[in-house]
């Protein structure tokens, strides 16, 4: 395994998963929130839920239609779902309440290939799309520029005052 991700919500559930698998799901929140809109399988009203090794029922999310269609392609006994958009506030405020108490989880998306995906519980991934994104890198560095040439100002805007 690579060195560990610098973002992991420490809300999920311990485990040791793939890098791969932080990433593709700290995309997705990226994503989502940018976006406002995330993509589930569906089949007229039947969405798609798949049971874990450990018998727990997951609900498929994915960033963009296309990432949703790449994995249901690839599994031909699922093809007559197809991807569907939810509202980031539809799924905030109407399916994570429906998905908790029903103990479902959330699988950020699965890898195409393999399936391999994080296993979240539905409150916990609302708290981390409803989240305000950490700023990170060169925003990090922006925001502390700006901060900077504030402060640069307002002292010399003192320095000007009698």
């Excluded at 969405?47 to 392609?73: K, T």
């Excluded at 779902?81 to 399916?95: G, K, N, Q």
């Amino acid at each position: 395994m690579g060195m560990p991700m610098p973002w992991w919500p420490t809300s999920w559930r311990a485990a040791r998963v793939p890098d791969t698998d932080r990433v593709r799901c700290r995309r997705l929140i990226e994503v989502v929130q940018a976006g406002g809109s995330l993509w589930i399988a569906q089949a007229g009203e039947l969405v798609l839920i798949l049971p874990n090794a450990a018998g727990e029922q997951l609900i498929l999310v994915w960033p963009s239609a296309q990432a949703a269609s790449e994995f249901i392609v690839a599994r031909p006994q699922y093809a007559q779902f197809r991807p569907v958009e939810r509202s980031l506030a539809r799924w905030l405020e109407s399916s994570t309440p429906h998905l908790a108490q029903d103990g479902i989880f959330v699988a950020p998306h699965p890898d195409v290939q393999s399936a391999s995906c994080l296993q979240v519980p539905a409150r916990s991934f609302a708290l981390d799309l409803a989240a305000v994104p950490k700023l990170q890198g060169a925003d990090l560095s922006r925001l502390r520029q700006k901060l900077q040439r504030k402060q640069q100002r307002e002292k010399a805007k003192r320095g000007q005052q009698p």
